[in-house]
């Protein structure tokens, strides 16, 4: 949950990128820590194996600026997507504010996209969330590589509630800010609501 | 939800700090620090600009998490104090009052023993006043009243973040 500090005149919420393994999650985060100004970011943090598997998540805090005197932070954390580590991957969905969804696009990733989307749905009810019912969008990676499905099948697939969607490349970048944007204004438009 | 919304006041924020500011003192610490389960951090004192405190937070926060979940896979209900020892600088990690994790940062002028005493003293003030905290939030919530900021936002304000 959002963390609102009166004294210090802060409000802090947490976005987690979930997807499955390889899908672009920890580049999505690179790719913000590269574009954004150095006063309006912290150190990124990524706890990962040598070969740069995520271990457990990576972490970067954002300052996005002041809303009516408060100053807005994100924290961005990432899930590690192997199927084995599901263990970590519930203890970094508690507080969650928002979700990002980042499905990789390639045909033979599909099961996979599946899978992971479904294994979000079930983590986050053991946190008491409804996937349905907190800010959401979802993210079609890897739109540059020759074998992908189609924007259609995928959004019949991963998004049937007809959340924000986008196409993206995050190593190019193509795609990235739209889909940080996109949830962290759901995000704030929750908070408006005060719920 | 699991876990209701996290606010602070300036009045139960001074007096965290009295508190936090006192244990570092009497545990001869560097840096003391709470933060929320989520990793948020909620408040710092001492040396704290020579350390990274936004990401401490959040690592101790996956530590915490981290060690939990541990716990209850052999049955246990949580750790509920965490030490890491190291050549020169030691941390102290305890829960206090089931949700906020207090961080002590010591070295050779301090002592485990010291601050464990001292921790433990200063867990029961800090309890007392995150419940009353916790009370105050669900008073407010209930009575309606709103003095939360984001209540009057427009689109424009939150669009004007990401001009």
Do not use: W
């Amino acid at each position: 949950m959002s963390f609102i500090n009166y004294a210090s005149r802060e409000i802090n919420c947490k976005i987690v990128y979930y997807g499955p393994g390889l899908c672009g999650k920890t580049t999505n985060l690179q790719f913000v820590y590269q574009k954004t100004a150095p006063d309006a970011k912290g150190k990124m943090i990524s706890l990962a194996t040598e070969t740069e598997r995520t271990l457990f998540f990576d972490f970067l805090p954002l300052a996005l600026g002041e809303i009516r005197g408060f100053k807005t932070r994100f924290h961005l954390y990432t899930v590690p997507g192997q199927v084995f580590y599901d263990a970590s991957r519930k203890l970094i969905l508690k507080g969650v504010d928002g979700v990002v969804f980042v499905a990789d696009s390639q045909e033979e990733r599909m099961d996979a996209n599946i899978e992971s989307l479904e294994n979000l749905r079930i983590n986050l009810e053991e946190q008491g969330y409804n996937l349905d019912k907190i800010p959401y969008v979802v993210q079609y990676n890897k739109r540059d590589l020759p074998n992908v499905v189609s924007v259609e099948e995928l959004r019949r697939e991963l998004n049937p509630t007809d959340v924000p969607e986008f196409e993206a490349c995050a190593s190019t970048g193509e795609g990235v800010f739209e889909t940080l944007k996109a949830v962290a204004k759901l995000i704030l438009v929750d908070l408006k609501k005060g719920k | 939800m699991s876990n209701p919304q996290m606010v602070m006041y300036d009045e139960e924020f001074k007096q965290i700090n009295v508190v936090i500011e006192k244990l570092l003192r009497e545990a001869n610490s560097k840096v003391i620090f709470l933060v929320d389960k989520n990793g948020q951090l909620i408040s710092g004192v001492g040396d704290i600009e020579q350390f990274d405190t936004t990401s401490l937070a959040s690592l101790t926060a996956g530590n915490i998490a981290a060690t939990g979940g541990m716990a209850k896979l052999i049955g246990e209900k949580e750790f509920s104090i965490l030490f890491h020892e190291g050549e020169k600088d030691n941390l102290h990690i305890s829960i206090v009052g089931g949700r906020v994790i207090l961080v002590v940062l010591f070295d050779n002028r301090s002592s485990l023993g010291l601050v464990r005493l001292r921790v433990k003293k200063a867990s029961d003030e800090l309890t007392t006043i995150f419940n009353r905290l916790l009370e105050k939030a669900e008073e407010k919530e209930k009575s309606g009243e709103t003095d939360f900021p984001f209540a009057e936002i427009t689109d424009d304000d939150i669009d004007n973040l990401f001009s």
